[in-house]
């Protein structure tokens, strides 16, 4: 509330009105014009703090919604702020997935190349050895077969002599 001093005197002119100049409201839609000579020092005090009081409290409901939209406002970006967190994380997750699964596949693919060629290596070093164990197993069955039946023997014979007689005039 407004503090008056009562122990100054204030003096007034008579002739000259005093002006309030308050804000716009619904009520108080005009100046309103006090003439001195029409009403005491002290009526003009009272209605004077009456109309601050009035001030007053219109100010603190308003400073209260300001208050309270403020606060709505805050947990309003408050939660977007969260929300938009969560999503960057899982965007950063995926992305951090997809990556690993980039790695992954290329190092496997290095692994299978690694092995094929491990592999061929291996089959080359064999291949002498496999080429003698089949040599030796032809021999074998060859073998069987001429003390089976000589003449289907003598036959093949002939037949791939025939084939490289036409192979070599061909």
Not at 39 to 59: D, L, N, V
Not at 109 to 130: F, S
Request: with cysteine; net charge negative; charged share 30%.
């Amino acid at each position: 509330m407004a503090r008056v001093l009562k122990s100054s005197m204030v003096q007034l002119d008579p002739e000259k009105p005093i002006i309030l100049d308050l804000p716009a409201t619904a009520r108080w839609s005009e100046r309103i014009a006090v003439d001195s000579s029409q009403s005491s020092g002290e009526q003009h005090i009272e209605a004077t703090e009456e109309m601050i009081g009035e001030c007053m409290s219109r100010a603190r409901a308003g400073a209260a919604t300001l208050l309270e939209q403020a606060r709505l406002d805050a947990e309003r970006l408050r939660t977007q702020a969260f929300e938009q967190g969560y999503r960057d994380g899982i965007a950063r997750a995926e992305a951090d997935r997809a990556e690993m699964i980039r790695q992954i596949a290329e190092q496997a693919e290095a692994d299978r190349a690694a092995a094929r060629e491990q592999l061929e290596r291996e089959i080359d070093a064999l291949e002498p050895e496999v080429l003698e164990l089949a040599l030796v197993v032809a021999e074998k069955i060859l073998q069987i077969e001429v003390s089976k039946n000589e003449k289907a023997f003598s036959s093949l014979v002939r037949h791939v002599l025939s084939l490289l007689k036409n192979c070599e005039h061909g």
